[in-house]
């Protein structure tokens, strides 16, 4: 998937109008709209939507190259079935072949990289000079 295709997926997951979700992320609708076309998504507009407090749990969905579309459907699913993520694993490990849980378990090394990586570059930011 290609990022105006992830754009929007994340818009059909939550049902919402093209116009509905340029002006819940602050941008005018045309603009949005020719994202979904195929032009060019400025990297502002993926950090507003994936700051956007109903779509940050599409955000690694959105920022990675080999994220496949079953990460936005899971973070919809569970959204929409209150299912805390406790419940989702003690469910998994219960039903999973050992093969399975290394999978997942390589799967959440993957998701903590990703994580330390944005944590270590909002700590790297330089300090300016009224931080003193």
């Known amino acids: 998937m290609n990022i ?13 109008t093209q116009t509905q979700f340029a002006e819940m992320i602050g941008v ?5 709209n ?6 060019t998504v400025p990297a502002h507009a993926l950090t507003k939507i994936t700051s956007h407090p109903q779509f940050k749990k599409y955000s690694l969905f959105l920022t990675q ?6 990460i936005g459907y899971l973070a ?9 993520v ?4 003690a469910e998994l490990l219960d039903r999973a072949t050992e093969e399975q849980i ?8 993957h998701l903590m990289t990703y994580r330390r990586q944005l944590t270590d570059t909002k700590h790297d930011k ?3 000079d009224h931080d003193d």
Not at 76 to 84: D, S, W
Not at 102 to 109: A, F, K, N, P, V
């Open 76 to 84: 919809a699913e569970l959204k929409r079935q209150n299912i805390t």
């Open 4 to 16: 105006s295709e992830k754009i929007r997926f994340v818009r059909d997951q939550e049902s919402l």
């Open 28 to 32: 005018k609708p045309s603009s949005y």
């Open 86 to 89: 406790n419940e989702l694993f």
């Open 126 to 128: 330089p300090k300016s």
């Open 34 to 39: 020719g994202w979904e076309a195929g032009k």
């Open 65 to 70: 190259d080999d994220s496949d579309e079953n």
């Open 102 to 109: 290394d999978l997942l378990d390589e799967y959440i090394g």
